[in-house]
T-cell receptor
Framework: LAKTTQPISMDSYEGQEVNITCSHN???????ITWYQQFPSQGPRFIIQ???TKVTNEVASLFIPADRKSSTLSLPRVSLSDTAVYYC?????????????FGTGTRLLVSP | DAGVIQSPRHEVTEMGQEVTLRCKPI?????LFWYRQTMMRGLELLIY????????DSGMPEDRFSAKMPNASFSTLKIQPSEPRDSAVYFC?????????????FGSGTQLSVL
């Protein structure tokens, strides 16, 4: 499974756009990129998933360049409630997803 | 559906005691996972089941840890005997059979403190 590297922590203010970048240099052809969000005292929850270019949903956008060696999770106009840990995971879709590695994630702190 | 349900929410026990954590997956999900989360090591996969059968237990730290899934709606993670270094948050998660959009659905976790 591809190894991922993301910042340990980030700080932001309410209303700002936050971009969290994840590096995955050894991503395989059949690997997908998935992001999870974890609030304090809760289990992680799925945010967004993509394979290439751009994916957008009601929560976030995911930007993946052509070489797919990195990806950026974009949170528009964050609020205090976006304070959480964000995990980048890389792995195949139909086989092996069971062993996706969460790591320690990026701790985002949003201040007033 | 109420989501993945774990019990107890908090468990405080003394070293040497047996601890049993419980999980009810989302109905219809074929995969069940047990994770452990600590500040130092993050979120680690301990074991996962497919259709009630343990598939990979390579993440189970020691023989003191055991997990069972007697039926599709119930699983347990047991630690016997417990040690202070087992203190962590233990999460259970479930997922549908692999397809186009695998997602893990996590419970709220069990905060375990071993004194």
């Amino acid at each position: 499974l591809a190894k991922t590297t993301q910042p340990i922590s980030m700080d932001s203010y309410e209303g700002q756009e936050v971009n969290i970048t994840c590096s995955h240099n050894n991503i395989a052809t059949n690997d997908y990129i998935t992001w999870y969000q974890q609030f304090p005292s809760q289990g992680p929850r799925f945010i967004i998933q993509g394979y290439k270019t751009k994916v957008t949903n009601e929560v976030a956008s995911l930007f993946i360049p052509a070489d797919r060696k990195s990806s950026t999770l974009s949170l528009p106009r964050v609020s205090l409630s976006d304070t959480a840990v964000y995990y980048c995971l890389v792995g195949p879709m139909n086989t092996g997803f069971q062993k996706l590695v969460f790591g320690t994630g990026t701790r985002l702190l949003v201040s007033p | 559906d109420a989501g993945v349900i774990q019990s107890p929410r908090h468990e405080v026990t003394e070293m040497g005691q047996e601890v049993t954590l419980r999980c009810k997956p989302i109905s219809g999900h074929d995969y069940l996972f047990w994770y452990r989360q600590t500040m130092m090591r993050g979120l680690e996969l301990l074991i996962y089941f497919n259709n009630n059968v343990p598939i990979d237990d390579s993440g189970m730290p020691e023989d003191r840890f055991s997990a069972k899934m007697p039926n599709a709606s119930f699983s347990t993670l047991k630690i016997q005997p417990s040690e202070p270094r087992d203190s962590a948050v233990y999460f259970c998660a479930s997922s549908l059979d692999p397809g186009q959009h695998e997602k893990l659905f996590f419970g709220s976790g069990t905060q375990l403190s071993v004194l």
